[in-house]
Antibody, heavy 117, light 107 residues
Framework: QVHLQQWGAGLLKPSETLSLNCAVY????????YNWIRQPPGKGLEWIGE???????NQNPSLKSRATISVDTSKNQFSLRLTSVTAADTAVYFC???????????WGQGILVTVSS | DIQMTQSPSSLSASIGDRVTITCRAS??????LAWFQQEPGQAPKSLIY???SLQSGVPSKFSGSGSGTDFTLTISSLQPEDFATYYC?????????FGQGTKLEIK
């Protein structure tokens, strides 16, 4: 059964860099689109950015270029780096996979990242 | 940027009811619209893509319709597992955006 597995640090201090990874297990990595989504506690969903298996990316301008999404096809995984985090970046972060651009058929389990001094 | 507005924000219904949730886009998005269901503490689950196409494995009690700016998600014959929060999402243009969510509660 194909699934996404996420991992990364869950507690950061302000100004540090968030780093999360997401791997695809049990299925193909090629020819899919991968997204990062976040959800602040008790709030709605926010799109962070998208990457395809060729490494082409699009990001949400609201993050003011703090986000970098990359892919490592040799490991069937993709990553998110978010620099200069503040308390406003505290959220559950999800990775997703979709067969068509913009679609999000499969979701990772989510990781709560807390930014606190 | 495209703003997605869902209505209502919350909805109370009884087991067996049929409910409809509306999603409106601030500009035309063709049929590039998806619906998700999220239970507390869980990742969202994809229900519908391309406005009306049901994801495999999703019960036919869920249906979507619409094109352009106005879309609906209908759930028939509500069961306990259907009480959750529902989100719409546009993927017509970047940045992708979600509605604020509709919380469906048991009456």
């Amino acid at each position: 059964q194909v699934h996404l597995q996420q991992w990364g640090a869950g507690l950061l201090k302000p100004s540090e860099t968030l780093s999360l990874n997401c791997a695809v297990y049990g299925g193909s990595f090629s020819d899919y689109y991968y997204n990062w989504i976040r959800q602040p506690p008790g709030k709605g969903l926010e799109w962070i950015g998208e990457i395809n298996d060729s490494g082409s990316t699009n990001q949400n301008p609201s993050l003011k270029s703090r986000a970098t999404i990359s892919v490592d096809t040799s490991k069937n995984q993709f990553s998110l780096r978010l620099t200069s985090v503040t308390a406003a970046d505290t959220a559950v972060y999800f990775c997703t996979r979709g067969r068509f651009v913009g679609t999000m058929r499969l979701w990772g389990q989510g990781i709560l990242v807390t930014v606190s001094s | 940027d495209i703003q997605m507005t869902q209505s209502p924000s919350s909805l109370s219904a009884s087991i067996g009811d049929r409910v409809t949730i509306t999603c409106r886009a601030s500009q035309g998005i063709s049929n590039y619209l998806a619906w998700f269901q999220q239970e507390p503490g869980q990742a969202p689950k994809s229900l519908i893509y391309a406005a009306s196409s049901l994801q495999s494995g999703v019960p036919s009690k869920f249906s979507g319709s619409g094109s352009g700016t106005d879309f609906t998600l209908t759930i028939s014959s509500l069961q306990p597992e259907d009480f959750a929060t529902y989100y719409c999402q546009q993927y017509n243009s970047y940045p992708y955006s979600f509605g604020q969510g509709t919380k469906l509660e048991i009456k």
